[in-house]
């Protein structure tokens, strides 16, 4: 049995990691794949998970497999790599493979028809790969490398639908907003090899790991390990869309439905929270507030953002954001099991609210087809009634719902509570200005009911807008089978018995036993475990009944359009704009000036040098052909002349030459004639 557990269970994570990629390749490299890439993902997928699920029963509170090679060495250092299955990676390889198998089966119909849809195929076995190799790697290098890897894959995913001038500008956005945190990560690895000499996680960060055994010594290096600890804080805060690197999550939307519950769900995001768990030690009190403090201001601004939106897949954008927000405070208050249950649950309540989204989205495009209207299919304005056409996406988008809001009996009740509960005990240890975090999170659960609901009565209540405006002939009918089905099978695991046998209290989920918990130890005056959850639950009911009285009872809600506030938060807190004014625009007028440099004084220079050339060398080639030359030819020419005139005095005749020496005489006597001086 330990021969199975140190040998071939390492084998079989790398086995599951790798199928994936096997997707991609075969796709991508193998001839006539367009017709089979649907049952090959799915065939592929479908394995990874069923290997995922015998990891997860061979490993769950046993003992930690760690199997290593010797990857490369320089001087005297070794590099190893190797394959890391704890109760952390199995927990994530069984929900990530879970969530991207319903997500493929999801797609067959939701992409049905898409001209490139065995690059579709293709580029979500490279996403699961990238997200499967992260959670199961021993060595930091290599995590950066698949992190990289989810980046890009994403990028591809994001912008599938490269034609639309949005997508590819959001694929953009979002690949070059993460490649800023990526340089924290690099930062963060840097410092942590400097200062221990190898990367390998087990090693680094296990329970008697050399940080804890270090950070315990009192010998640490404590600055360093606080940059380290905020530089991986900072890669996480790009992957997971925390403050201020959020923005490009809701752009995202603007790849498939499908794509955006994968993403939103149990890979990209969740790969930053999955990245604090995994190097958790590093963290010291510093860096915890920090952690803590970034997540409680990006959860409660999401939250009020979602407010305003209309568009139905950026509220469940911004209401990603604002769980992501959540699952940040547990890490930064100590929760690390709270944190990654509720990473869990809002990983199956996330994943139907898109999906259930999809669906309504699926219909008003094939509504809009049919009518050849032209209205923003995805705008909840545009909607309404849809529960009489779409029972079941009504039933099963109301137990996500609920589950977000963290109503009773479900999952997210009691995640939610977990997180909640454990940050005012938190609050309570620490004392200050910390103590506002537990209740901004208590106010960002409110609005969280608030606008999820008022998704909920906009676009399943009262009647269809647009009735009357087209043909009563076309009929919203429910999603395909393959769609309903999935998501069915979501709204399950929205429900507590998936977690735990007790309703009402999240101490007994089999979660929460496997993982680290918090040891505070408080002297409040409050039973947190009994007044928050009462609290919160009495608070979110109420606000669902105002939502309920604003947008069905009423049928119409408050005009705020006008009102400042709402102006604010509708424009998400103009975050955007002052990116754009700032760093958009900025480095765009720095481009161009820059290009202007390099033309008028760069080329200018080089120009003039090379006209003030051109000059030198026309000046020399005339001093050349008419000075130095002429000068040549001047004096041959005179002595050709010379040389001509002699020859005429070589005629060989005597008569001449007595003639010539006559008038040479002749003239001597003349001269003498005239100047006897001489």
């Avoid at 990530?96 to 898409?114: A, K, N």
């Avoid at 329970?207 to 315990?216: I, K, M, P, R």
């Avoid at 809009?368 to 779409?390: C, P, S, V, W, Y």
């Avoid at 030819?633 to 001449?656: E, P, Y």
Wanted: proline letters at 3%.
């Amino acid at each position: 049995m330990e021969t199975l557990t140190q040998g071939n269970l390492s084998l079989l994570a790398a086995l599951t990691a790798l199928l994936p990629l096997i997707t991609f390749l075969g796709i991508t490299l193998i001839p006539g794949k367009q017709g089979r890439g649907a049952y090959f993902s799915i065939f592929n997928i479908s394995v990874s998970l069923l290997l995922s699920a015998f990891l997860f029963f061979k490993i769950w509170n046993r003992n930690i497999v760690h199997e290593q090679l010797s990857w490369f060495t320089i001087g005297g250092t070794e590099f190893t790599a190797g394959i890391l299955l704890n109760n952390l990676s199995v927990l994530m390889l069984v929900l990530v493979s879970l969530i991207s198998l319903l997500v493929h089966i999801y797609s067959t119909m939701y992409m049905l028809g898409d001209p490139y849809l065995h690059r579709y195929w293709a580029y979500l076995g490279l996403f699961c790969f990238a997200m499967l190799g992260l959670v199961i790697i021993d060595n930091l290098l290599i995590v950066y490398m698949f992190w990289e890897l989810v980046g890009f894959s994403s990028y591809l995913l994001i912008g599938f639908w490269f034609t639309k001038e949005a997508a590819t500008q959001a694929s953009k956005k979002a690949f070059i907003v993460n490649r800023l945190g990526d340089l924290g990560f690099l930062t963060g690895i840097m410092i942590v090899f400097s200062t221990f000499r190898t990367l390998d996680i087990n090693l680094l960060f296990g329970e008697e790991g050399l940080v804890a055994q270090t950070v315990g010594s009192g010998i640490a290096p404590g600055a360093w390990l606080t940059i380290a600890g905020l530089a991986f804080f900072l890669a996480a805060t790009a992957k997971s869309a925390q403050f201020p690197l959020h923005t490009w999550l809701p752009d995202a939307m603007e790849g498939p439905t499908s794509v955006s519950s994968l993403i939103h769900a149990a890979t990209m995001v969740a790969a930053g929270v999955f990245l604090l768990a995994r190097i958790y030690p590093i963290f010291d009190p510093t860096v915890l507030v920090v952690i803590a403090s970034i997540g409680a201001f990006t959860a409660f601004m999401a939250a009020t953002i979602a407010l305003t939106q209309n568009d139905i897949k950026r509220i469940l954008a911004f209401s990603t954001i604002s769980q992501l927000g959540f699952m940040m405070i547990a890490m930064g208050v100590g929760a690390y099991g709270a944190g990654i249950f509720h990473l869990v649950t809002h990983a199956f309540f996330k994943c139907l609210l898109f999906l259930a989204a999809g669906a309504v989205i699926h219909e008003m495009a094939h509504f809009r087809a049919k009518t050849e209207a032209d209205f923003d299919h995805q705008d909840i304005r545009n909607m309404g009634g849809l529960r009489k056409a779409m029972p079941l996406t009504f039933i099963t988008m109301i137990l996500a719902s609920l589950a977000l809001s963290g109503i009773p009996f479900t999952s997210g009740f009691l995640s939610k509570d977990a997180i909640l509960i454990q940050s005012f005990e938190w609050a309570d240890s620490q004392g200050g200005w910390v103590k506002l975090i537990p209740y901004s999170a208590l106010l960002t659960s409110l609005l969280t009911a608030f606008y999820i609901f008022r998704l909920i009565f906009k676009t399943f209540f009262g009647e269809f807008r647009l009735k009357g405006q087209f043909s009563d002939k076309v009929i919203i009918h429910e999603a395909p089978a393959a769609m309903k089905y999935v998501m069915v099978v979501l709204a399950v695991f929205c429900l507590f018995l998936g977690f735990s046998f007790h309703p009402l209290s999240y101490e007994g989920s089999w979660i929460l036993q496997g993982l680290p918990q918090q040891a505070i130890k408080h002297a409040s005056v409050f039973d947190y475990h009994t007044f928050i959850p009462v609290i919160v639950n009495v608070l979110a009911i109420l606000m669902i009944a105002l939502a309920y009285k604003w947008y069905v009872k009423s049928k119409q809600a408050p005009d705020l359009s006008s009102n400042p506030v709402f102006l604010f938060l509708n424009r998400q807190w103009f975050f955007d704009d002052i990116y754009q004014r700032l760093f958009v625009n900025g480095t765009t007028k720095l481009a161009s000036r820059a290009f202007l440099f390099d033309k008028k004084v760069v080329d200018g220079l080089v120009n003039l040098i090379a006209n003030i050339g051109i000059v030198l060398s026309k000046i020399s080639d005339w001093l050349d052909r008419y000075v130095v030359d002429g000068l040549i030819h001047a004096v041959a020419s005179m002595a050709k002349t010379i040389g001509n005139f002699a020859r005429n005095f070589q005629t060989g005749r005597l008569q001449h030459y007595l003639l010539t020496m006559v008038l040479v005489v002749l003239c001597f006597f003349i001269i003498k004639l005239f100047f006897p001086a001489i």
